[in-house]
């Protein structure tokens, strides 16, 4: 194994191509697992909820770099979920898990999660960074609250800056969503290699474009409507997605051949 090259070790991995109505079985078996274990992916969601309204009132002055914080919270969505992909696996081998099956899955044997959370945590900060540029450097007037933004960037008519904010970050979140899409919970399942892991996520999305885009589309559709919702709504959305993932993962690749972590 170690001697593989990462492209060698990612065609172990036997892939399926998916139709355009497995997203949505997708997210009614999320759904199902969430009516199964609510307390771990409930006390998941509540984290994520407390940070982002942690964020809120830290930045509430600063809209400029709030707007690409929370946007930027779509690059690192597939690190949070890792704990409450272990309770899908759990659940889909007859076992019932607890917090202490999510939190396990915080605590692996080696450092890929780690390196890739790295990776994610890097992208996402380059995007708040990149975000908060554009905005300050383009916008015709300060942006400090929401109602700046809908004024000064979104619904300006003279400018199109909210065009080019949207364009950039879609160019730059569609590579980390093709990166991560099964390449989290296949590491958590199998020895694989980070860049491995990776190239087999690409070559999911890349077997199936259309329904990956779509499924991609729904992600970021729910995780937006959680936010408009004062974030309440990610208390909810967070371990359903999560767990939708997961299914999402079993059926892109349903066999490796390559170890199983213990």
Excluded at 47 to 59: E, K, Y
Excluded at 154 to 175: D, H, I, K, Q, T
């Amino acid at each position: 194994m170690p001697s593989e090259s990462a492209l060698e070790q990612s065609r172990r991995c036997r892939l399926t191509p998916v139709s355009w109505e497995q997203p949505f079985l997708w997210l009614a078996r999320g759904w199902r697992d969430l009516l199964r274990a609510p307390l771990p992916g409930l006390l998941h969601g509540l984290a994520v909820t407390s940070f982002g309204l942690l964020l809120l009132w830290l930045a509430h002055r600063h809209f400029w770099l709030l707007a690409g914080a929370f946007s930027g919270f779509l690059f690192i969505g597939p690190l949070a979920a890792t704990g409450l992909y272990a309770v899908s696996r759990a659940l889909e081998r007859g076992r019932q898990p607890t917090l202490g099956t999510a939190l396990a899955a915080w605590h692996p044997k080696d450092h890929r999660l780690v390196l890739f959370g790295l990776l994610l945590a890097a992208a996402g900060t380059g995007w708040v960074l990149t975000s908060a540029s554009l905005i300050t450097a383009f916008a015709p007037q300060p942006v400090r609250d929401p109602v700046d933004f809908l004024h000064v960037v979104v619904l300006n008519e003279r400018s199109w800056l909210f065009e080019a904010w949207l364009s950039l970050g879609g160019v730059l979140v569609a590579p980390v969503y093709a990166s991560s899409v099964v390449a989290i919970p296949l590491m958590l399942e199998r020895r694989i290699g980070v860049l491995a892991a990776v190239l087999t996520s690409w070559r999911a999305v890349m077997l199936s474009p259309g329904p990956m885009a779509l499924w991609g589309a729904l992600l970021m559709a729910i995780t937006l409507l959680g936010m408009s919702t004062l974030l309440l709504g990610l208390i909810v959305a967070v371990p359903w997605l999560s767990y939708a993932s997961w299914h999402a993962y079993r059926d892109l690749v349903p066999q490796a051949d390559l170890p199983q972590v213990d």
